[in-house]
């Protein structure tokens, strides 16, 4: 990323997308920022500016190491960030943490925070937006659902055999003698 390139973000100010963080958040509180992007569509963190997006600086030694042991020990499954450091003026650098959408997962903190990224905040997801992020990522299978209150005469029987001896290519009287056999 350029330096213009950075100003430019910093000019339009925090959004859904990009978060001004001091270096001397808690590994914590950053863990939730970086859950909050991933359980969305993505985003920047930008280290070394405050709320207002004056920029203060990196003041943190070996600050990639330690945003990569937030991703990876206080981020459920571990988040793989693209760190990137821009100096804004001498001795003033700020460093840029884009944090990818998840794909194929939900993630949670290290203490079981569940979070989502709203407009310029982050915050915890309810359960509702909790079912909905856990389907769109393919892991809730309705199909292998149980569902309540219903029995085998309910069923479609012929659907049934339909499944079992055209899709599957089983006779269901084979079947049926097996388990008698049992």
Same mark, same amino acid.
């Given at each position: 990323?350029?330096?213009?390139?950075? !100003?430019?973000?910093?000019? *339009?100010?925090?959004?859904? @997308?990009?978060?001004?963080?001091?270096?001397?958040?808690?590994?914590?509180?950053?863990?939730?920022?970086? &859950?909050?992007?991933?359980?969305?569509?993505?985003?920047? &963190? !930008? /280290?070394? !500016?405050?709320?207002?997006?004056?920029?203060?600086?990196?003041?943190?030694?070996?600050?990639?190491?330690? &945003?990569?042991?937030?991703?990876? *020990?206080?981020?459920?499954?571990?988040?793989?960030? /693209?760190?990137?450091?821009?100096? &804004?003026?001498?001795?003033?650098?700020?460093?840029?943490?884009?944090?990818?959408?998840?794909?194929?997962?939900? @993630?949670?903190? *290290?203490?079981?925070?569940?979070?989502?990224?709203?407009?310029?905040?982050?915050?915890?997801?309810?359960?509702?937006? /909790?079912?909905?992020?856990?389907?769109?990522?393919?892991?809730?299978?309705?199909?292998?659902?149980? =569902?309540?209150?219903?029995?085998?005469?309910?069923?479609?029987?012929?659907? =049934?055999? @339909? @499944?079992?001896? =055209?899709?599957?290519?089983?006779?269901?009287?084979?079947?049926?003698?097996?388990?008698?056999?049992?």
């Amino acid at each position: 990323m350029t330096k213009l390139e950075l !100003l430019e973000i910093i000019r *339009n100010g925090e959004s859904s @997308y990009t978060e001004f963080k001091l270096d001397s958040i808690s590994p914590n509180e950053l863990a939730e920022v970086f &859950v909050g992007f991933a359980n969305s569509d993505g985003g920047k &963190v !930008l /280290l070394g !500016l405050d709320d207002n997006g004056d920029i203060i600086g990196i003041t943190k030694d070996k600050i990639e190491e330690w &945003v990569i042991n937030i991703c990876r *020990n206080n981020c459920e499954p571990g988040i793989i960030p /693209l760190v990137e450091t821009v100096e &804004v003026e001498p001795a003033k650098k700020v460093m840029v943490v884009t944090i990818p959408r998840g794909l194929g997962s939900v @993630y949670k903190t *290290n203490r079981g925070r569940w979070r989502i990224r709203v407009g310029s905040t982050t915050r915890e997801a309810s359960t509702e937006e /909790l079912a909905r992020l856990f389907q769109q990522r393919g892991m809730v299978h309705f199909d292998i659902a149980p =569902v309540p209150k219903v029995g085998f005469g309910q069923l479609d029987m012929r659907r =049934v055999r @339909y @499944y079992w001896e =055209v899709i599957r290519k089983i006779k269901l009287d084979e079947v049926e003698t097996k388990l008698e056999d049992l």
